[in-house]
């Protein structure tokens, strides 16, 4: 079987690629708006780009009617968000904060979440996150057109926060972090990254 992207209508599209692109790593991405109302909102199309410098991406889609969701409009004013890693024990807050809230509400509140002052940037970090990284938005690139217009925003990792518990020996224990990411085959599949399996990289003699 063969599929020309352009033949498929948006949502056709959508639920292709959010197959095809398995497992995708959540960014819950914390924001805050010119009145100091704190924004918090998860996006799967996320990835690192960079570890030196340190820089990550995360897309934003437009509602079906076109209008700017609050992260991107938040990141446009401020320039600032957070990051904040999802795990399993805080999927189901996750979650709620992924309901369309109107500006003036905050999803912090709505998903029991505690609020910590940020030290570089001015959005807050999630309290219960094991980690979260401040960053300062470095470009957004646009995709599409009008009215459903896909932007990527990618931002310098200013500070990193890692709860101590999963510091050992100088590096980030990742075996207890336990994370889980998106999968396709709708909208509410998600996966956990416990089961695991190692692999040594050949290499090639000299």
């Known amino acids: 079987m063969k599929i020309d992207p352009a033949s498929l209508g948006t949502r056709d599209a959508y639920r292709l690629f959010v197959s095809v692109v398995t497992p995708r790593p959540i960014a819950w991405v914390s924001t805050v708006d010119r009145r100091g109302i704190n924004n918090l909102a998860p996006f799967s199309m996320y990835t690192l780009l960079s570890s030196v410098p340190a820089v990550l991406g995360f897309g934003v889609g437009a509602y079906r009617g076109g209008q700017k969701k609050d992260t991107l409009r938040n990141v446009e004013a401020t320039k600032e968000f957070v990051i904040n890693i999802v795990t399993e024990d805080l999927a189901e807050a996750m ?26 940037v001015a959005p807050a970090r999630v309290g219960q ?78």
């Open 129 to 206: 996150s094991p980690i979260s990284m401040e960053c300062r938005a470095l470009q957004i690139l646009q995709f599409g057109s009008e009215p459903m217009v896909n932007s990527f925003i990618i931002g310098k990792v200013l500070l990193v926060h890692v709860n101590d518990e999963l510091w050992h020996g100088g590096a980030l224990d990742s075996s207890r972090l336990k994370t889980i990411g998106r999968l396709g085959g709708g909208t509410d599949l998600y996966c956990r990254t416990t089961d695991t399996f190692e692999m040594k990289r050949p290499e090639l003699g000299v």
């Open 95 to 120: 979650n709620v904060t992924a309901a369309p809230f109107p500006p003036e509400v905050s999803e912090f509140d709505k998903a029991g979440l505690t609020p910590v002052r940020s030290e570089l």
